[in-house]
């Protein structure tokens, strides 16, 4: 169940040179405004240190991690839904979170497209191109809707009392995720994965030197949106980039060191998103591997199970459970079962991050 996020922004914010940083896959960086064709597909590896800990007793064939999936739409514009970065805004209708880059720095051989660097402004411009997107696809539903509620259905008719709630929000400017529905009334929008729905996370793209404290474009943007509860990461994507070229870690670390940093601005992003999603993970250990799995906050065992194979759901017996602690500290499987830290769970059992768990099933 990999994390599939969406990454939006101005054209010229630095959102595809973040996307290369992040991802297994290269994009080109268009110069120019509006030039990209398509939107960019990508997986990334989600460093967890907790793996090597693990191999370093396991010594297995390979270490796999969990991964990220991203999807980098082309630059949006202001009113601009004729332009290639809008019409590929349904890109990214199935993805869980969208990550928001914002320009955060000052580059005179690289014009803003509005004339001036000022995030709060990119930020309305981008959220009234999604809100518009969203209105869009909420209007036709009720066109369609309606006319089953006038022949008397009753569901119908909830229906478009619903739509018309979203409708009256989005022309106010306001997100479909703070519309003023119950949660249960959100079944009746579901199905058109609105955009302004989806939980953001803001990313200041900023300069080298604000890496660590920010500057004054990320400040200002901060205090704009600290009333919506979204965390905002400070990133230099230059830097980023530069860092992601280094192909030996010593040499990462060395840049990092230098920068004044102690990990790549990545890795927080993808903290972040994990805490946007309630997502934690376990890990399965054994000769041939050592895996990281994703799951929600909350997933019993089986659940967990299929995660890793519907198989497994569905003949789930039990779960053997080590917590990652007991098995850093004792240093083995059987340690942890001569020490009774080897918990035998049942299907009722609320996976915990960091568990390292066998499953037992039959089919």
Known sequence: MPLRCGIIGLSGSGKTSLFNCISTNRAEVHKAAFTATKSNLGTMNVPDPRLQMI??????????????????IPGLSKGGSHTEGNR?????????????VLRCFDAPNLPHIEGSVDPVRDKEIVDLELQI?????????????????????????????????YKNHLESFQPARTAPVYEEEKKFVSDLFL??????????NVDDRSAITGNAYSQRFTEAVKTEGAEV???????????????????????LSDAGLTEPGI????????QLLDLQTFFTAGPKEV????????????????????????????????????FIELGSEHACREKGKLLIE?????????????????V
């Open 291 to 326: 895996r990281a799995w994703t799951i929600r906050n909350g997933m019993n065992a089986p659940q967990a199970a299929g995660v890793i194979h519907s198989d497994l759901e569905r003949g789930f017996i039990r779960a053997e459970v080590m917590k990652f602690r007991d």
């Open 133 to 165: 997107r969203d209105l869009e696809s909420v209007e036709k539903k009720m066109q369609r809707m309606d006319k089953v509620a006038r022949g008397g259905d009753k569901d119908a008719k909830k229906c478009v009392d619903i739509l018309q709630a």
């Open 88 to 100: 590929f805004l349904s890109d990214i209708r199935g993805v869980d979170a969208l990550i928001h």
């Open 233 to 255: 990461i400070m990133i230099a994507g230059k830097l980023e980039a530069e860092i992601a070229e280094l192909e030996q870690e010593e040499d990462r670390q060395v840049f």
């Open 195 to 204: 955009l302004s729905e989806k939980p953001v996370l803001y990313v200041c």
């Open 267 to 274: 890795n927080r992003l993808v903290r972040a998103a994990y």
């Open 346 to 362: 049942g299907k009722n059992y609320t996976v915990e991050d960091g568990d390292i768990i066998h499953i037992r099933f039959n």
């Open 55 to 72: 191999d370093k007793f396991i010594h297995s064939a390979k270490i796999v991690p969990t991964t990220i999936e991203m999807v980098d």
